[in-house]
């Protein structure tokens, strides 16, 4: 019983960019998350043991990124992904979109999406 969560928006300010101003004034990014693993456990359960808690992601999600000060946003992304396969072996697929308002001053935001399929995994 696949099912997917999503956390929409996660606002993170931290230091990401190319650019000299960019590696010293802090900015937002917003993150959305989608990531589908098995429920089955959680259906039968009903303890929270048997879910992937999705503020832990949104919290370990934020954490990478003020900790890395990324230069790319693709590169964020593509270790956000491994750290959701890495942390949480049940996941076994993600998408991640990295949304940089002030990345183009004419446009509301630039943006780039992965997916991610996770290795050895029986689909």
């Known amino acids: 019983m696949i099912g997917t969560i999503e956390i929409q928006n996660l ?4 230091i990401i960019g190319i650019h000299p101003h960019e590696r010293i004034q802090k900015q937002a990014l917003f993150i959305d998350i989608a990531f589908d693993y098995d429920f089955e456990k959680a259906r039968n359960s009903e303890h929270v ?11 370990q999600v934020k954490q ?4 890395k000060q990324y230069q790319l946003i693709e ?11 890495h942390q949480w072996e049940s996941i076994r697929q993600c998408n991640i979109c990295i949304k940089k308002p002030k990345a183009i001053p004419d446009a509301d935001f630039a943006s780039i999406k992965i997916f991610r ?3 050895n995994k029986d689909q």
């Not at 879910?51 to 949104?58: K, L, N, R």
């Open 11 to 14: 606002k993170v300010q931290c």
């Open 49 to 59: 043991e048997d879910v992937i808690d999705y503020t832990s992601v949104a919290n």
């Open 64 to 67: 990478l990124l003020i900790e």
């Open 75 to 85: 590169t964020a992304a593509e270790e956000i992904a491994a750290l959701l396969f």
């Open 117 to 119: 399929k996770a290795l």
